[in-house]
């Protein structure tokens, strides 16, 4: 139970597996956001097996502001609540206190909220955090940690790492409490810890190894994609993957586009998630190996093709070009979810193509090919 294995390695690209206790992920994967225990964009459970999605990502915050916690928990875990079988990944809330920067107070206990959708106040520290995360009995549970602006100062960042340094050690011993407790739904929680420290060099290389020690289930690379360029992101991973356990997932949170993620595989990443491909769908912006397309253009109208010929997702299977971009154009939610099923495919089966690229020790070359493609210079 719990066990990460490594299958194979091209250069620092690693193609793993991790046994958990809701079955096998075959790594690298993406993880499809549903934040709300729910794909934007009207995406089932069933929809998410036949698009080939491994593991669906909810957010702690937002389901504790609703429907609670505790209702998940008394309705038997978050995986009976969405008839989602398989692995579940929770993030911890600490993204929020980021995001909802006007409406929080940070101290050394933890951040005092206001609720987004209320004003209620709420109070969230790495106890509560690994509580509610406890009660929606998670595959993998994600630290409570800050996510500093990754423009903010030397001096503010290094006492925000430190903290969450912190706050780690008290996860991980909320963790090891709540997972040792008779009524806990998921007894076998794994607990990923999350690098900080902006695009500070130092600061990041010393804080992983630092987490390291700990010797957690696995590691996130946290606090990108947040405002630096995608050259800053990719020189914080050639600095920071390399003092993270090479035995243990490494998860790089919130990223990206697809070329985001082939660079990242690259450099020894082997989890990731973002909300680019279904809220780019429920844009009419989707991907194809020739490029994004924008439904919504005028050339679209009289286009009977399917989005990408030979693509075997439900929207290519059945629809043309022209019928997605009407639907939208009256919008008809059918339009949106098209677009999104097609998208969340197009992520899962580029990840199964780039385990495929790893076991054949090809995927220097497999990047290459699938880049210029998708820049249309092919």
């Known amino acids: 139970m719990n066990e990460y294995k490594i299958l194979n390695t091209d250069g620092l690209a690693k193609r793993g597996r991790l046994s958990t ?5 075959e790594t690298p994967v993406f993880m499809n956001v549903g934040t709300l225990a729910a794909i934007k964009g009207a ?66 206990e933890g951040v005092y909220f206001n609720s987004h959708i209320d004003g ?23 630290a409570f940690d800050e996510c500093p602006p990754s423009k903010a100062d030397e001096k503010y960042i290094r006492k925000s790492v ?22 806990t739904i998921n007894k076998h929680q794994m607990l990923f810890g999350i690098n ?53 997932p490494t998860y790089l949170m919130g990223v990206g586009t697809p070329v ?29 190996n020739k490029g994004k397309l924008n ?21 290519c299977r059945d629809y043309s070009r022209a019928y997605i971009r009407h639907l939208l154009k009256a919008k008809e939610m059918l339009g949106m979810r098209l677009c999104v099923l097609h998208n969340l495919y197009f992520y899962n089966i580029m990840m199964s193509e780039i385990r495929e690229a790893i076991e054949n020790n090809c995927y220097k070359e497999y990047k290459e090919k699938k880049i210029k493609g998708m820049e249309g210079k092919l």
Request: charged residues 30%.
């Open 21 to 25: 206790v809701h079955g096998d992920i």
């Open 120 to 142: 209620k106040k709420i109070f969230m520290g790495p106890e509560e955090s690994m509580r509610i995360q406890s009660n929606l009995a998670s595959t993998i549970a994600m």
């Open 162 to 183: 430190e903290r969450t340094t912190r706050w780690l050690v008290r996860c991980k011993d909320e963790m090891d409490r709540l997972n040792s407790l008779p009524d």
């Open 196 to 248: 900080q420290g902006g695009i500070i060099k130092d600061i990041r290389i010393e804080h992983a190894k630092e987490i390291s020690k700990l010797n957690l289930d696995g590691y996130a690379i946290g606090g990108l994609a947040v405002g630096e360029s995608h050259e800053e992101m990719y020189d914080v991973l050639d600095n920071v993957v390399p003092h993270l356990p090479k035995d243990k």
């Open 260 to 288: 985001n993620i082939l660079e990242a595989v690259d450099r020894g990443v082997d989890f990731f998630d973002c909300v680019y491909p279904s809220r780019n769908g429920r844009h009419g912006h989707v991907y194809t």
């Open 295 to 315: 439904l919504f253009n005028a050339k679209y109208e009289l286009d009977e093709r399917p989005i990408e010929e030979g693509c075997n997702c439900p929207a």
């Open 43 to 108: 995406v089932s459970s069933k929809d998410l097996k036949d698009i080939h999605a491994q593991v669906e990502l909810s957010n702690t915050y937002h389901l504790h502001v609703r429907p609670g916690d505790e209702v998940v928990k008394k309705l038997g875990g978050l995986h009976k609540f969405m008839n989602w079988d398989r692995p579940i990944l929770t993030d911890s809330g600490g993204f929020q206190v980021f995001s909802l920067s006007g409406l929080r107070k940070i101290k050394e």
